[in-house]
């Protein structure tokens, strides 16, 4: 909390005015996002965090900010997708035999804004972000996309993925060109680590408005207007008509 306060104080107009604009992008895409059904549309939010940061800014990051070599910074980096190698069909295996898909989707959305906090708050090694992010990473794609498929009409799946996958590169696209802008803005270079931290605190914001979406899904999920999604599904459920 002392790291926070001094950067709330110290922070320049720029990294103040970056900061609030960040806060109302996060709002109005946490509020948007949570108002579309398909689970994958909560995808929108998560890759628009996890994709500009992981394969634009880690690297740069992890050099000028951690002090790593390019190596180093390159072998923290590929842990996040290392690690998804092996724990995402453990994950997938795990929704299939004992349902709760919304609770493991906030539970993996969750490590999202964590790793943020950590990397960027605590002097801990970046190894201890890299195991985050990539329990995370194992985690949401093992559930999100198999959950829409529970939910939209098979004869919609086409188009409702066509949609959410349009729908993230634009999160794609906005978010790369604008945590670009904030770092350039806040003059981040190895020359000045501090520069990228307005970039940080908006990757953290937009995880906890897509952390927000998700608890909602859950919250939905739990109730009488759930679509299943904490059901366990091990095998296929019969057809109206066929049982």
Request: glycine residues 10%; contains cysteine.
């Amino acid at each position: 909390m002392s790291t926070l306060a001094f950067f709330v104080a110290h922070m320049s107009a720029a990294d103040f005015f970056g900061l609030v604009i960040s806060a109302v992008i996060s709002v109005m895409a946490g509020y948007a996002i949570a108002l579309v059904k398909p689970p994958g549309a909560r995808w929108v939010l998560y890759a628009a965090v996890f994709f500009p940061f992981r394969q634009t800014y880690a690297i740069e990051y992890l050099q000028h900010v951690k002090g790593l070599t390019l190596q180093e910074a390159g072998n923290v980096n590929s842990g996040v997708f290392a690690a998804a190698v092996f724990a995402t069909p453990l994950f997938g295996l795990l929704a299939d035999r004992f349902g709760h898909r919304a609770m493991m989707l906030t539970l993996g959305t969750l490590l999202l804004p964590i790793t943020f906090i950590v990397l960027s708050l605590t002097n801990l090694t970046p190894w201890v972000s890299t195991v985050l992010m990539g329990v995370s990473f194992s985690l949401v794609p093992a559930i999100i996309w198999p959950a829409t498929t529970l939910i939209v009409e098979p004869r919609r799946l086409g188009t409702a993925l066509g949609v959410i996958t349009l729908l993230q590169n634009v999160g794609l696209w906005g978010s790369n060109r604008f945590a670009g802008w904030l770092a350039d803005k806040a003059g981040a270079g190895p020359a000045n680590p501090a520069g990228y931290t307005t970039m940080i605190w908006f990757f953290c914001l937009l995880s906890l408005a897509a952390l927000t979406s998700v608890v909602l899904l859950w919250q939905r999920e739990s109730g009488p207007k759930g679509h299943g999604l904490e059901v366990a599904r091990a095998s296929p459920a019969p057809r109206p008509g066929t049982a």
